[in-house]
């Protein structure tokens, strides 16, 4: 039972397809033999009718007496036997027709006999009956042709018809029974594309796209409850998914980080952005604590961070044993992955050490090239300058021996000019290789500047007080070069000339504005004096033009004396 209605519409679009061949097939062999056998029918009218022209040529040959009269005789009967005529003696030819023609042929015979004998003038008489015959014979051969063609034109209507209704039969039937259930299976079908599975399709017919629709109706059900049971794990594996995939990109951009040509404050910045963004972090600080210089502090996130209450997880960033700083970090929900943290942790770890080793390899490449110039000037300059003096010795005592009077003062006082140009000459040389010999122990400007301040707290009464804020991780080796000279000549001249008690050095940063002042409490000068460039400022000037800044010069008799440095610290990486 479920065999014969799963495959009705097969059978059924079949016949019609069958009848439809049948109809063509039947139509197509009707038209073919019918036409085959007209083929003959035109030539068997005409040569019929021209049998009525020869019999009446015949006539005028026997009343003109014609030469060719015999040959007329032959012409006629080889009209009269010709093949169009003779097939016509066939099953599928009427009766009558059939009889017409042998008449004619029997009728020729008599006639015939007439002609060849000696009174051959009687076929005057018999010639009109005769011609009348072939007539009768010539209206039913076209009545013959005609009828065919007509049975011909009824037959291929009728075929084209029936073939016709049966196109539109099958048309109809396989739009009602397949092609408008196709269309719901197919809407269908891009519902649940759209992720949409109630499905619910009428079922109008028993057959096979009735069955169909029964099974996607179930198999749209079953999809349903698949996929939101499906959709239900994967929701949950894919949130896993990405906040794992979060956690990767966040731990290779940071270590992104590290691979930068001259880590910086922005690279740590960066750093704390990507693990602030993680689900989990409310905020972070990084603090980088370096021997006697400034820590660097950095956060990002809600700001928890004063003096990290007991909300706030620390840990230090470690290197080899080597404390470098420390990592504070607050929590929430979901709790983040204590080993994503301690990843974080050695990279900020490697990011600290990464930036001390730049700068003290900076820094020792500077040292480097300005030792090599204090050698270069103490080997040319310095001994130059040590050989004038000794000939300036000799030359006293040359002008000693002078017994003009005159003369000897007048050579004494130029040679003491000689002399004090020489001494200044080699002491502005012995301060400048002091400068170029200048170092920064560990990379840390914090370290240099207090080293420097502890040497020249040695040669003075004053009391030497820094107050330094600055960290050396926002500072390059060529800054904290200028910075230290410009503090050292800036205390420098303080210490010779100001006959100051306090000399007080403050470093301070905001942002990226740092400013750097340097304030004595001793006589202090007019800003309009010579004295001005005797202190050297023209070169601290220059210091400060390298540092794209401005230096601030104020003082006033009895009031002490104040030199101010202020740049902004925003570099290209």
């Keep these: 039972m479920k065999q014969k209605t799963s495959s009705s519409v097969i ?60 040959l007329h005789i032959e012409q006629f009967e080889e009209s009269l036997y ?30 015939k006999k007439v002609l060849q004998s000696d009174d051959n003038s009687q076929y005057l008489l018999m010639v009109a009956d005769f011609v009348s015959q072939i007539d009768e014979f010539v209206f039913k051969l076209q009545q013959y042709s005609e009828k065919k063609t007509i049975i011909l034109s009824w037959v291929g209507g009728l075929g084209l018809g029936g073939i016709l209704l049966c196109a539109i039969y099958v048309v109809h ?22 992720h ?35 959709e239900s794990a994967v929701n949950e594996k894919t949130a896993k998914l990405q906040q794992a995939n979060k956690s990767l990109e966040v731990l290779y951009k940071s270590s992104q980080e590290l691979s930068a040509t001259r880590m910086n404050v922005e690279n740590f910045q960066n ?21 006697d210089d400034y820590p660097l502090v950095l956060a990002a996130g809600d700001q928890c961070l004063g003096n990290c209450t007991s909300e706030c997880n620390t840990k230090p960033l470690q290197l080899d044993g080597v404390v470098l700083g420390n990592f504070h970090w607050k929590a929430g929900l979901p709790c983040p992955d204590p080993a994503l943290i301690d990843n974080f942790i050695q990279i900020l770890s490697r990011a600290v050490y990464y930036n001390q080793a730049q700068r003290q390899t900076e820094q020792l490449i500077l040292m480097e090239e300005r030792a090599t110039i204090a050698r270069e000037l103490h080997d040319s300059l310095a001994q130059s300058l040590s050989y004038l ?14 017994p003009d009077e005159n003369n000897r003062k007048k050579s004494d006082a130029i040679v003491k000019d000689i002399e004090e140009g020489l001494v200044g000459a080699y002491t502005q040389l012995r301060e400048l290789l002091t400068t170029f010999r200048l170092t920064i ?37 060529h800054q904290q070069v200028h910075m230290l000279q410009l503090i050292r000549e800036a205390t420098i001249n303080a210490i010779k000339h100001s006959d100051a008690t306090k000399i007080e050095i403050t470093c301070l940063t905001k942002d990226h504005d740092i400013e ?13 004096t010579s004295k001005l460039n005797h202190y050297g400022m023209s070169i601290m000037q220059e210091r400060a033009a390298r540092l794209n800044g401005q230096l601030l010069i104020d003082s006033e008799v009895g009031k002490g004396c104040t030199i101010k440095l202020s740049f902004t610290n925003i570099k290209e990486y």
């Design 11 to 70: 059978q059924t679009v079949a016949k019609a397809l069958g009848l439809i061949l049948l109809l063509a097939i039947t139509t197509f062999s009707f038209a073919v033999i019918t036409l085959s056998s007209s083929l003959s029918d035109a030539e068997a009218v005409n040569v019929s009718g021209s049998m009525r022209m020869q019999s009446y040529r015949l006539a005028h040959d026997i009343n003109s007496n014609d030469a060719d009269f015999s």
């Design 82 to 111: 010709t093949p169009a005529l003779t097939t016509l003696q066939r099953w599928s030819v009427p009766d009558d027709i059939i009889e017409d023609y042998q008449g004619i042929i029997k009728r020729w015979g008599e006639l």
């Design 173 to 194: 039937f396989v739009r009602r029974q397949i092609i408008k259930p196709l269309n719901s299976l197919v809407l269908a079908s891009e519902q649940i594309q759209n």
């Design 196 to 230: 949409s599975f109630d499905v619910d399709l009428n079922v109008e017919s028993h057959n096979e796209m009735g069955v169909l629709t029964n099974t996607f109706n179930q198999m749209a059900k079953d999809l349903g409850q698949l996929y939101r049971g499906l």
């Design 271 to 291: 750093i704390l952005n990507q693990i602030a963004s993680l689900e989990g972090i409310v905020a972070v600080k990084l603090e980088v604590n370096e021997e």
């Design 389 to 402: 003096k000794i000939q300036v010795s000799l030359l006293k005592r040359l002008i000693a021996k002078e």
């Design 441 to 477: 122990k560990e990379g840390s400007f914090g370290s240099a500047l207090t080293e420097m301040l502890k040497q020249l707290n040695e040669r003075t009464q004053a009391r030497i007080v820094l107050n330094n804020e600055l960290s050396s991780v926002d500072l390059d080796a």
């Design 516 to 528: 750097v002042t340097i304030r004595d409490d001793g006589e202090g000068f007019k800003s309009e």
